[in-house]
């Protein structure tokens, strides 16, 4: 279960701001949320935080992991089990990371709108 509490020793944890709603009522949205914060900003110790807590939409960790440009976050919600390569190719553009947008079209994606 994620917590709010979670994070509280946190607060000194200065390498990228993050900054994630939490909802104790529902861990699994706030594990998700803090998922997709840190993908963006190639955070791998909130990642695995928030794969602890409950995270299961890898398809959103691999858009923000391609938008931010963190190919070790990427391959890290492949091994989980992203498969939306459309959507990760999207983010890429977005973030104008060509390197990522290539490797999403090596993929398979062919949508990138």
Same mark, same amino acid.
């Given at each position: 279960? /994620?917590? =709010?509490?979670?994070?509280?020793?946190? =607060?000194?944890?200065?390498v %990228?701001?993050?900054?994630?709603?939490?909802?104790?009522?529902?861990?699994? @949205?706030?594990?998700n949320?803090?998922?997709?914060?840190?993908? /963006?900003?190639? &955070?791998? /110790?909130l %990642? &695995?935080? +928030?794969? %602890?807590?409950?995270?299961?939409? @890898?398809?959103?960790?691999?858009? &923000? +992991?391609?938008?931010?440009?963190?190919?070790?976050?990427?391959?890290?919600?492949?091994?989980?089990? +992203?498969?939306? @390569?459309?959507?990760?190719?999207?983010? *890429?553009?977005?973030? &104008?990371h060509?390197?990522? *947008?290539? @490797?999403?079209?090596?993929?398979?994606? %062919?949508?990138?709108?």
């Amino acid at each position: 279960m /994620f917590r =709010q509490s979670d994070c509280e020793h946190l =607060q000194s944890f200065s390498v %990228t701001q993050v900054r994630v709603p939490v909802d104790d009522s529902d861990p699994t @949205w706030s594990a998700n949320a803090l998922l997709e914060e840190s993908c /963006f900003h190639g &955070n791998m /110790f909130l %990642t &695995n935080k +928030a794969i %602890t807590g409950g995270a299961t939409d @890898w398809n959103s960790g691999l858009y &923000n +992991a391609c938008h931010g440009g963190h190919r070790d976050m990427a391959e890290l919600m492949i091994e989980k089990g +992203a498969t939306d @390569w459309d959507l990760g190719l999207n983010g *890429a553009c977005r973030g &104008n990371h060509r390197d990522m *947008a290539e @490797w999403m079209i090596e993929k398979g994606a %062919t949508d990138w709108n």
